[in-house]
């Protein structure tokens, strides 16, 4: 456990050291890089990791220091194809009139200080259900194959040297709450220039969308460290156009105004410099931000959750969970005894088959076709006589 949550921290110490250009300070030698390598690619940081251990080559085995690299490599060359990447799929869509709305947008690499630190986020577009497979088709058409399905939600599609995309038909959230409250704020949505079919939200309304999406997935233990950098990064930028005030107001309806502003000051506590009048006043028990770190940093191993609204709303999800799971076995049962009962009537079919068959067998039944159960019994009598005759 305590391996666990030191990895995480110093995770966040190389990772900051880079957000922040900062002096890095974390014992590498006490590092298991394999652990390591598979926590930063879990969180989608493993290229930071590389920037942040430069100049420290020597302490890394050759084999996860090459990883580290390749994982480099990767964003630097997405970086390279993402405008491009974008501007294709949106240009594609837009032609063959698909209204859809980007859910968050696709410039956020370039809130970077060092573009090749961004992420190979996947564009994540919403669509209604009709327009949604009109799309699907489209991004076969370009060349990309569907690589996961969320089920009852959408799907991610990859291609080589494209940036990935998420079709989204419904939003993703099993809470009733969210998805009503969140559907408003998919309203705000004007025209991207210069598409005619293509929409974005505003940055009010991407950084409520953010918010909202972060505290959600850090209930369910799918926060990353990513998600945490580009959330901080996007209120940096845009802060002078968010009304604080009211983007509070909106994460009260959906219950989570007070979780969502604690993931905002732990990313500014491992990410942020001052300079921002919003972290000004320090909070007044830094304890819960201790319950908020170990659970994030050990993927939910570490839960000693305290916070009502992360408890609340992780309840409403089991709700909805178990909901599902009930729905899923009465299916599956009524699965099973539609093929029981497909099962009977095969079988009863193969003993008392229908009357053309049967007179395709006995003539005579043509001429009388009430006796057909006669022939029936007849038919049966004389199959069990061969089986008895072959068992002899």
């Known amino acids: 456990m305590n391996q666990l949550l030191f990895e995480g921290r110093s995770l966040v110490g190389i990772v900051s050291s880079i957000i922040r250009q900062d002096d890095l300070h974390i014992p590498l030698s006490r590092l298991d890089w394999g652990s390591m390598f598979r926590l930063a690619d879990y969180h989608n940081v493993a290229n930071v990791v590389y920037l942040g251990l430069l100049g420290y080559g020597d302490q890394l085995p050759e084999k996860w220091r090459d990883r580290f690299f390749a994982r480099y490599q990767e964003a630097l060359l997405f970086g390279e194809h993402c405008k491009e990447s974008v501007n294709e799929v949106l240009t594609w869509l837009d032609m063959r009139d698909i209204t859809c709305v980007l859910l968050t947008s696709e410039g956020l690499r370039e809130f970077y200080h060092i573009p090749e630190a961004a992420a190979n986020s996947p564009m994540e577009i919403l669509l209604d259900d009709e327009e949604y497979f009109l799309a699907k088709g489209y991004l076969i058409d370009l060349g990309y194959e569907a690589d996961q399905n969320y089920v009852g939600i959408g799907e991610l599609f990859r291609r080589i040297s494209g940036v ?229």
């Open 164 to 392: 990935p995309v998420i079709l989204y038909h419904n939003l993703p959230y099993k809470d009733g709450r969210y998805t009503k409250n969140l559907a408003r704020i998919m309203e705000t949505a004007y025209i991207k220039e210069p598409y005619e079919n293509i929409q974005m939200l505003p940055p009010e309304s991407e950084f409520l969308f953010r918010m909202a999406e972060a505290a959600y997935r850090y209930v369910t233990d799918e926060l990353t460290l990513r998600e945490v950098i580009d959330l901080l990064l996007f209120y940096q930028v845009w802060n002078e156009q968010i009304d604080m005030g009211e983007i509070k107001k909106k994460l009260t309806k959906i219950q989570i105004d007070g979780l969502a502003d604690k993931i905002l000051w732990i990313a500014h506590m491992w990410f942020g410099k001052p300079g921002f009048s919003y972290f000004e006043d320090q909070p007044e028990d830094i304890s819960v931000y201790d319950v908020l770190e170990n659970r994030l940093l050990t993927k939910g191993v570490v839960n000693q959750e305290t916070d009502e609204q992360a408890i609340k709303l992780r309840a409403r999800i089991e709700k909805e969970e178990n909901k599902e799971s009930r729905e899923e076995a009465r299916d599956l049962k009524k699965e099973k005894f539609k093929e029981y009962l497909d099962e009977i009537k095969k079988k009863m079919k193969w003993i008392f088959p229908d009357y053309h068959y049967m007179s395709s067998i006995y003539p005579s039944l043509e001429k009388i076709p009430v006796l057909l159960p006669v022939f029936w019994v007849t038919r049966g009598i004389r199959l069990l006589l061969r089986m008895l005759k072959k068992s002899e």
